[in-house]
């Protein structure tokens, strides 16, 4: 397909205006509209875009080919229900939905109207800028920690669906077999979750968004040696004798995660690609593990500040 694509993006802060901006920076779309029930704030992204600012939003979904909900997280399943079942392929920030229940919904629209459903787990894009899906061996551990100061943003979900759901979906992409076990304890700010799978391979997950300093680390153990990765430097250590890519940072999806992640939306959609970066049906089986991280802990993975 060699179709320009009318995006639109649904929510007006911080991380729709990412998305608006890298739909209007790439050559296979063009940003046409963004949506918010604040109409102010959707004029304020929209216009200097060139986009059109919408408050109405079945007249949004009539100006576009494609969407991203960035919406808050409570929030991401109807919007991203209506697009899908308007025919819309859709992208949808992390967590996919706040429910399984929720994620399958979206997963079944999906299939049913012949539309993409991707999902925003930029990290995936990294782990694949390095090289790490290319090796043949599966590892024997992971240990994740990903922590930061508070923040007046993501507050509507437990950190297990704010923070953790990210290393989860990376452990689920390493895994080779299903997960068995999870325990957990913390808070709704804090949280510590051990996952055991059914070959042997275990991982542990550390997330926190009341702590002072932020880190964004990630320990892959192999037999024949580590993986030590820092998200937030771009930079890693290996003893394993596996061939990465040491200067991942200078490609595409090293130096913009964000970019290629909705960039591969637009190619599976245009027919370009078979799938984009994430699927909808990998999404949800990341938010299930951050769920059983949460019930393990008895946390309430949605919070009551909206």
Known sequence: ????????????????????????????????AVFDLDLARARALAEPLGAKAFDDYAAFLDAVDVVTVATPAIYHAQPALAALLAGKSTYVEKPLA?????????????????????????????FAAMGLFDISQAPLRLEAVRTGPPSPRNRDVSTALDLMVHDMDLALTVAWVAHSTVRAVGSADTLVADVAFDDGFTARFEASRVTPE??????LVFATGEIEIDFMTRE???????????????????????????????DSVRGDRSRPAVTGQEAA????????????AGVESVGSEV
């Open 98 to 126: 706040v429910t399984a229940e929720d994620a399958d919904a979206l997963v079944a629209a999906a299939a049913s109207k012949g539309v993409v459903l991707a999902t925003g787990h930029q990290e995936r894009l990294v």
């Open 285 to 296: 089986a990341a938010l299930r593990l951050a769920l059983a991280a949460d019930l393990a």
């Open 1 to 32: 397909m060699s179709k320009t694509l009318k995006a639109g993006v649904a929510g007006a802060g911080v991380f729709g205006g990412y998305h608006a901006k890298k739909y209007a920076e790439l050559d296979q779309s063009d940003l046409a």
């Open 236 to 266: 890693f250590r290996n003893t394993t004798g596996f061939a990465l890519l040491e200067d991942f940072v200078q490609t595409p999806a090293g130096r913009d995660p964000l970019g290629a992640s909705v960039g591969a939306f637009l």
């Open 214 to 219: 932020r880190k964004r680390t990630m320990k």
